[in-house]
């Protein structure tokens, strides 16, 4: 017997008529970790539908799920708002697929790219991440981002995947790996002051945060309270240069968007860090020799000095 899969489970396909009143029925259905709905599409479909351009080339997408005897809409939230807004029905292929399992529902809301594209946010989401982390949404993405950053040195948030990228699902596996590193770090990061608010939700500050968590837990610790609150850090001391080095990063950033410089991508925030950290955990200093303002990325110079 072959293996069962998403490719091979059973679906039943037929064509619908849609009105108000069905419509409203099937949402209140809706999957209950889906994602928002998002009232300018919802009006833009409006909109299409009254204009009679409106095409319903995509299936209304729904999961009978064995386990719990229930349907669940899983795809087609906004278009069916949509129907209700217009007050006009409309004919819809609608594809009905029967789940063992409430675990095979995410999986199969993982696996949907079609109408209004998902992002990782939204199967951060759909596979209850937060909940079972103790992570906000807003910190599970961006964990999420961060693992893809470490693994494959690659961008998490693309619209859609491209050809030999992994799934959302495969992302989300990974993170889950790493939630303790991400716990200890998103409670240091919630004291972090000035601009550190903003770049320690970047993803190569989480990414190297979580990486040296996971080898040094103590002493990455007391590094990463350092950089991002500079509380008591004399201005030698290897997490001070890292506190100005980032914030200098926002700085340019913020005065001119548009700048193209290498170390202020991921690539070069993650190389000021590498510079830091191994500096602090051989007990070397660290100062700039130029002054704050006149530092130019590609020509400041360090100036390592081993402690007596």
């Known amino acids: 017997m072959a293996k069962k899969t998403l490719s091979n489970i059973n679906c039943d396909v037929e064509t619908e008529r849609i009105g108000v009143q069905k419509a409203k029925e099937y949402l209140s259905g809706t999957f209950?970790?889906?994602?928002?709905?998002?009232?300018?599409?919802?009006?833009?479909?409006?909109d299409q539908i009254e204009k009679g351009d409106f095409l319903t080339s995509t299936p209304i997408i729904f999961a009978y799920i064995e386990e719990t005897i229930r349907y669940v809409l899983v795809d087609g939230q906004h278009r069916l708002s949509a129907v209700i807004l217009s007050k006009k029905p409309l004919d819809f292929v609608v594809q009905t697929y029967t789940l063992e399992t409430e675990k095979e529902l995410a999986d199969l809301y993982?696996?949907?790219?079609?109408?209004?594209?998902?992002?990782?946010?939204?199967?951060?989401?759909?596979?209850?991440?937060?909940?079972?982390?103790?992570?906000?949404?807003?910190?599970?993405?961006?964990?999420?981002?961060?693992?893809e950053f470490i693994l494959y040195k690659k961008p998490a948030f693309t619209n859609r995947p491209r050809a030999g990228s992994r799934n959302y699902k495969d992302k989300i596996q990974d993170s889950i790996k790493w939630v303790p590193e991400a716990q200890v770090y998103f409670?240091?990061?919630?004291?972090?002051?000035?601009?550190?608010?903003?770049?320690s939700t970047r993803k190569a500050v989480i990414a190297a945060a979580l990486i040296t968590l996971r080898g040094y837990p103590s002493k990455a610790r007391e590094?990463?309270?350092?950089?991002?609150?500079?509380?008591?850090?004399?201005?030698t001391d290897p997490r001070h240069a890292c506190?100005?080095?980032?914030?200098?990063?926002?700085?340019?950033?913020?005065?001119?968007?548009?700048?193209?410089?290498?170390?202020?991508?991921?690539?070069?925030?993650?190389?000021?860090?590498?510079?830091?950290?191994?500096a602090y955990i051989s007990n070397r200093s660290l100062s700039v020799i130029k002054p704050m303002k006149t530092i130019v990325f590609k020509r400041c110079r360090w100036r390592e000095e081993r402690d007596a």
Not at 32 to 46: D, F, G, H, I, L
């Open 32 to 46: 209950e970790r889906n994602r928002p709905v998002v009232n300018s599409a919802v009006k833009y479909y409006a």
């Open 110 to 147: 993982a696996t949907i790219d079609i109408g209004r594209t998902r992002n990782l946010s939204d199967n951060v989401r759909a596979h209850g991440f937060p909940e079972e982390t103790g992570l906000t949404q807003l910190e599970s993405t961006r964990l999420a981002a961060a693992i």
């Open 187 to 199: 409670g240091i990061a919630k004291n972090s002051v000035g601009g550190m608010k903003q770049i």
């Open 223 to 235: 590094f990463w309270k350092g950089v991002l609150s500079l509380d008591n850090i004399s201005n």
């Open 243 to 278: 506190h100005m080095k980032l914030s200098e990063v926002i700085s340019i950033r913020g005065k001119n968007s548009g700048l193209s410089n290498s170390l202020t991508t991921s690539y070069g925030i993650a190389q000021i860090i590498a510079v830091c950290w191994n």
